[in-house]
């Protein structure tokens, strides 16, 4: 009885307490853990990067967009007074035009 | 170990969440910002398509407003000697130390005459006429090109050898005075001109190819249309002085009442000159330049081969 209990004793303050296949079993499950989280790690740092890339992308392609619209605009405003010149001119023109017939006369 | 593993797994798991939102939404960004910029890239183009299809055109019309609007000021600069009567002093073949003198004169009557140079005269002529080139210029008279030699079988046997001594003339004028003269008389004026292209250069068409050469140079050719006949010493100064003030009254009944008086030179022009002004003066005339777009009078109107 006083043996039975010292066994009992000593197998619950020890990991020999565990039998080997146990301990074999616990370490392949600690590693299945270690895999998965480094695998998460992992896939969580190839998209980080991946997203870096892409917000890159996003700025670049929104500079784009910017420049664009910025082109459109001076072309627009460039037209226009391309379009009121071009108004005005063939206004002075008539105008001239008439001024030269009377004078003509 | 296990809880370890397990958060930094959950954390892996969140971020990795949070990093898919965001790529998905980044994406979607990118692919709307370049249909965006494919659009005003589009209608860029259509701008630009229109800005080259306009811009041309405007130079055209500029032009042609340019052009219109010169000949306008030309014939306001005409109509006006439809009523006001005008005389143009012009003085040919020189310069020499007479030149000194019309200018004296010329100076006391607050009038300012049109110059028809020749280079030999300049040249040949000593301190007078180099004097005489720098006070038409100083004093606001018109310095014009006549020849650099008065030699009608020289200048007139051909295109080349008139413009040669052209060249020689206007190049010895702008070395003395800086300016390029634009008003030219031809030696002996146009009608004698061709006649001279007929005799030295056996056609007529030399005449039109000269007079032409010198439009598209952007010179203009001026005749005279009163004689004082002031080039030979048989006129005597009273005849120039009668001359001159009958021609010009002549011209009051005309259109345009526009006087281009020849004078040249010469020691009668000098002593005639105060007679012709006062004379001129008398009909109501008053006086001004030949300047190009102005008064063109021309024994040939063409200047083109008709």
């Known amino acids: 009885m006083r043996q039975r209990s010292y066994v009992k004793a000593s197998s619950r303050s020890s990991s020999s307490y565990y039998s080997e296949q146990e301990r074999r079993g616990r370490k392949a499950i600690n590693a299945v853990f270690v895999v998965i989280a480094l695998i998460a790690v992992i896939a969580a740092a190839i998209l980080f990067f991946k997203y870096r890339d892409i917000s890159l992308q996003r700025e670049e392609a929104a500079g784009r967009l910017a420049v664009a619209k910025e082109e459109t605009e001076r072309l627009n405003n460039e037209r226009r007074a391309i379009n009121t010149e071009f108004e005005n001119l063939s206004s002075e023109l008539d105008k001239l035009r008439i001024e030269y017939d009377s004078l003509s006369e | ?306």
């Open chain 2, 1 to 306: 170990m296990r809880f370890l593993c397990v958060v930094l797994t959950f954390l892996a798991i969140v971020l990795s969440i949070f990093l898919g939102f965001g790529m998905y939404n980044d994406s979607k960004d990118i692919e709307r910002f370049e249909k965006e910029a494919a659009v005003f890239e589009e209608q860029s183009e259509l701008y630009r398509a229109e800005i080259n299809e306009i811009t041309p055109k405007i130079s055209a019309l500029s032009e042609e407003k340019a052009s219109l609007q010169a000949e306008i000021d030309a014939i306001k600069r005409r109509i006006i000697y439809k009523t006001q009567p005008t005389a143009f002093l012009t003085f040919d073949d020189g310069t020499s130390y007479h030149t000194l003198e019309i200018l004296d004169i010329l100076k006391e009557n607050n009038i300012k005459g049109t110059f028809f140079v020749v280079g030999t005269q300049i040249e040949n002529g000593g301190t007078a006429s180099k004097e005489a080139i720098k006070r038409i210029v100083e004093e606001g008279h018109v310095l014009a090109i006549h020849a650099y030699e008065h030699e009608y079988n020289k200048i007139y046997t051909s295109k080349e050898a008139y413009f040669e001594d052209f060249d020689k003339i206007a190049a010895l004028l702008k070395e003395m005075t800086g300016l390029t003269p634009k008003i030219v008389r031809l030696p002996s004026g146009t009608y004698s001109a061709r006649s001279f292209c007929e005799r030295y250069a056996g056609s007529s068409d030399v005449y039109y190819d000269i007079v032409s050469e010198l439009y598209a140079r952007g010179y203009t050719v001026i005749d005279w249309n009163v004689d004082t006949e002031d080039y030979t010493t048989a006129t005597g100064v009273t005849n120039i002085i009668n001359n001159a003030v009958s021609g010009a009254k002549t011209r009051l009944s005309r259109e345009y009442k526009a006087a281009v008086i020849l004078m040249h030179d010469t020691a009668d022009t000098v002593k005639a000159l105060q007679g012709v002004i006062d004379g001129v003066k008398d009909l109501g005339m008053g006086f001004e330049v030949l300047v190009q777009g102005g008064y063109v009078t021309r024994q040939i109107a063409e200047t083109e081969k008709p």
